[in-house]
T-cell receptor, first 112, second 113 residues
Framework: LAKTTQPISMDSYEGQEVNITCSHN???????ITWYQQFPSQGPRFIIQ???TKVTNEVASLFIPADRKSSTLSLPRVSLSDTAVYYC?????????????FGKGTKLSVIP | DTGVSQNPRHKITKRGQNVTFRCDPI?????LYWYRQTLGQGPEFLTY????????KSRLLSDRFSAERPKGSFSTLEIQRTEQGDSAMYLC???????????FGPGTRLTVT
């Protein structure tokens, strides 16, 4: 049974690094792992995407171990404006189906 | 503004009525996705299109739901005989292709009374 698991919530002080891990067993071998940020009453917004090892862009890093059973989003030096819900998105495929699956989201609260 | 627009932004309907939502993706994007999101949950995949072809539907998707993407441009999602359980935010996203990031619209919030 395909299942994607994230912590429900996390708190962090401003300026700290935040790491959010998503567990996703048996994901498709040929598809990317993607992370999104969502503010209330808005659609999700792309943060970062990777296939394996480490990817870094101007806002975040993404760590993916070789077995691809989990991924960790790293946000350096968070600010109050990073308070949002963060989702991982993975693909489960098999028996001719292709299912995009979001995690339930991690609500990050940044404290001054 | 991501470039993906959805209309209407809000829809209130009575149980048993049919509703239709529209999504206009970024013009050069080949892929278009529909998701449903309820309060406190992540978006739930409904279906996606590659150009005008509907390639996948969620196994959880009721037969009351249908989607089209004529000519590979805008898309419509219709819900027939709405039920209170259909109340949710309906999100549309588009991407250039399979490996590319999805750009989400602002969503259509449906309330079934």
């Amino acid at each position: 049974l395909a299942k994607t698991t994230q912590p429900i919530s996390m708190d962090s002080y401003e300026g700290q690094e935040v790491n959010i891990t998503c567990s996703h067993n048996n994901i498709a071998t040929n598809d990317y792992i993607t992370w999104y940020q969502q503010f209330p009453s808005q659609g999700p917004r792309f943060i970062i995407q990777g296939y394996k090892t480490k990817v870094t862009n101007e806002v975040a890093s993404l760590f993916i171990p070789a077995d691809r059973k989990s991924s960790t989003l790293s946000l350096p030096r968070v600010s109050l404006s990073d308070t949002a819900v963060y989702y991982c998105l993975v693909v489960y495929s098999g028996a001719g189906s292709y299912q995009l699956t979001f995690g339930k989201g991690t609500k990050l609260s940044v404290i001054p | 503004d991501t470039g993906v627009s959805q209309n209407p932004r809000h829809k209130i309907t009575k149980r048993g009525q049919n509703v239709t939502f529209r999504c206009d993706p970024i013009s050069e994007h080949n892929r278009l996705y529909w998701y449903r999101q309820t309060l406190g949950q992540g978006p739930e995949f409904l279906t996606y299109f590659q150009n005008e072809a509907q390639l996948e539907k969620s196994r959880l998707l009721s037969d009351r739901f249908s989607a089209e993407r004529p000519k590979g441009s805008f898309s419509t999602l219709e819900i027939q005989r709405t039920e209170q359980g259909d109340s949710a935010m309906y999100l549309c996203a588009s991407s250039l292709d399979r490996e590319d990031e999805q750009y989400f619209g602002p969503g259509t919030r449906l309330t079934v009374t």
